[in-house]
């Protein structure tokens, strides 16, 4: 298996163990009434989200145990998060941009381990880390402006 396959695995299979051993017997229900998101919020997310990848980078220093921490870590915030839910269909409010987001991540840690194990040049290292930046930037957008339209239809 490829690093990549390796970090998805990694990713889903904490979310799984997470969401079958949640124990959340208050279901949560996302109301959406009238909030309207705004380019602030777009940047704040932007910004955490590129915090988050600033520690995928450290893999660099600190080897690649880095990298499978932040998906160990990840993976069962998204397992509670989709064990709070009531239906299935919550997941929609998630999917969307979190495609864009573990893409990013993804392209971004394997690049990064490349770079480590000099598999890589510089050069390819940038141009990831280019594209890994572009898809946090649509994955934002898509958080910011269109998962809040999403919550209408699920209320």
Known sequence: MTKKKYLILTYLSSALIVFYFS???????????????????????????TIAS???????????II???????????????LAAFPTFDYLLLVVPHGIFEIAAYIYLADATICLKRKEQTKVYFLRHLQISFLLLIFGAGIETFITPLMVKFLN
């Open 67 to 81: 990298v499978y921490l932040f998906f160990i870590v990840n993976g069962a915030i998204l397992g509670s998060l």
């Open 54 to 64: 600033i520690w995928l980078l450290l893999a660099y220093v600190f080897g690649e």
């Open 23 to 49: 124990n959340s017997s208050e279901k949560q229900v996302i109301l959406n009434y009238g909030v309207v998101f705004s380019w602030q919020d777009f940047i704040q997310i932007l910004l955490k989200n």
